[in-house]
């Protein structure tokens, strides 16, 4: 079923979500400290100051106005660990300031995270972990529509560009909202079973973009063949549904293989297939591969995989990535890296999405002092678009970033 109004629908689960997360915070804050166990409070402060030029603040094929950004960054980490319960909590605020805009504006990103520990000691191998990310941004930062493993990774700070190849848009508000529960359980010394389950929202300001809410279930089955390689299969099944459009569902089944060929290499391999209904089923492949040079790491990957668009589509959509990346360190206290990606997306039915984007990046980082870091980064955009939504255009960053890490805090119970 189509959703009406996705929106005020949200407010209201978000709303009974909001009070069963911090329930559940609560609930576990106060039985860990009733237990009386050894446990640690630590708190991480930090603070940036970057400053971007951007030659295409809107990004549109014409019309092009330059811009210079200037962001004051403060973030926090939270986190309580004992023998039983590990809760942590992140929060990063951005306030920018634009020359093309003359105006002020603020974005959030926050996520907290929990573990329970105890549950493997009182059933033997199995593990519990919730994570949940919420942003509320005025700008899309490039390639935001790629959907990742790890919530965390979620977390973007400005001038810290996500070079997975996706999508880039013009500017709009956009909030986000990624929950995750996963469950694991080692039923033998060399068998586990995964289970999750994975909740997102994308709400956009811009009426060409299309509101969605997403739900994906996913069962894995991993053996440890040997000490270095693991063998894994998988079906998950997801649903999306889209402010004013169709829902979205597929299936996918898939097998793989992760092997440590040595301390220095390594590779893991997928390939499966997605079924969308009243479609052809969908060839999908991943592989990656990550070498450890004596100063630095080199690293290849290609995926390609079914998803359901993300806002620019209400329909299904095949997606090829292809990334790769050198880090170099040059001497103690300074390094170097590039990166360079492809990105192809169409609709699996029709052509309203037809769109390539080629990415490139390259930077220094230095340690200027224990307590703070400085990088120069430069990247460049080029997107082509050839179906009916997205746009074609081209942009160059340059961002300079000075972070200041605060204290350590630590606080023993």
């Known amino acids: 079923m189509a959703v009406a109004c996705l929106k005020e629908r949200y407010k209201k689960m978000g709303n009974k979500r909001g009070r069963d997360l911090c329930l559940i915070f609560l609930v576990v804050f106060f039985s860990a400290f009733s237990k009386k166990a050894d446990a640690a409070i630590l708190l991480d402060t930090s603070l940036s100051f970057v400053e971007v030029y951007n030659d295409n603040f809107n990004f549109t094929p014409t019309d092009r106005k330059t811009d210079f950004g200037s962001f004051l960054q403060p973030s926090f980490q939270l986190a309580y660990q004992s023998k039983n319960f590990t809760l942590s909590g992140n929060y990063i605020g951005s306030l920018e300031y634009h020359s093309h805009q003359q105006v002020g504006q603020f974005s959030q990103t926050g996520d907290f995270g929990l573990n329970m520990p105890f549950l493997s000691r009182m059933f033997k191998g199995v593990d519990v972990n919730i994570t949940e990310n919420v942003t509320y941004t005025p700008d899309l930062p490039a390639f935001t529509f790629v959907e990742k493993d790890k919530i965390n990774n979620q977390t973007l700070v400005q001038g810290d560009l996500d070079l997975s190849p996706g999508l880039q848009y013009p500017r709009?508000?956009?909030?986000?909202?990624?929950?995750?529960?996963?469950?694991?359980?080692?039923?033998?010394?060399?068998?586990?079973?995964?289970?999750?389950?994975?909740?997102?929202?994308?709400?956009?300001?811009?009426?060409?973009?299309?509101?969605s809410l997403g739900h994906r279930g996913s069962l894995g089955f991993v053996i440890n063949w040997s000490a270095k390689t693991d063998l894994r299969t998988s079906y998950s099944y997801s649903t999306t549904s889209f402010k004013g459009g169709e829902d979205v569902e597929t299936h996918d089944i898939s097998a793989g293989i992760s092997h440590q060929k040595s301390p220095l290499l390594s590779f893991s391999g997928n390939a499966g297939t997605t079924m969308v209904p009243n479609e052809k089923p969908k060839f999908t492949f991943n592989i990656g591969i990550n070498r450890i040079l004596k100063k630095g790491s080199i690293s290849f990957d290609y995926t390609s995989d079914v998803n359901a668009g993300w806002g620019f589509t209400d329909g299904a959509t095949l997606r090829q990535l292809v990334t790769t990346s050198v880090n170099y360190t040059f001497v103690a206290k300074l390094s170097g890296f590039t990166r360079l990606g492809y990105g192809d997306h169409r609709s699996i039915s029709g052509g309203e999405l037809d769109l390539t984007t080629y990415n490139a990046e390259a930077g220094l980082s230095l340690s200027i002092f224990s307590w703070l870091n400085g990088r120069l980064t430069y990247a460049h955009l080029n997107q082509d678009s050839k179906g009916t939504v997205g746009q074609s255009g081209h942009r160059n960053l340059v961002s300079i970033v000075f972070s200041a890490q605060g204290p350590s805090w630590r606080f023993f119970k």
């Open 172 to 211: 709009g508000d956009t909030l986000r909202n990624l929950f995750r529960i996963s469950l694991g359980v080692n039923h033998l010394p060399r068998f586990r079973t995964e289970v999750s389950y994975t909740n997102r929202y994308s709400h956009f300001e811009r009426e060409d973009l299309n509101d």
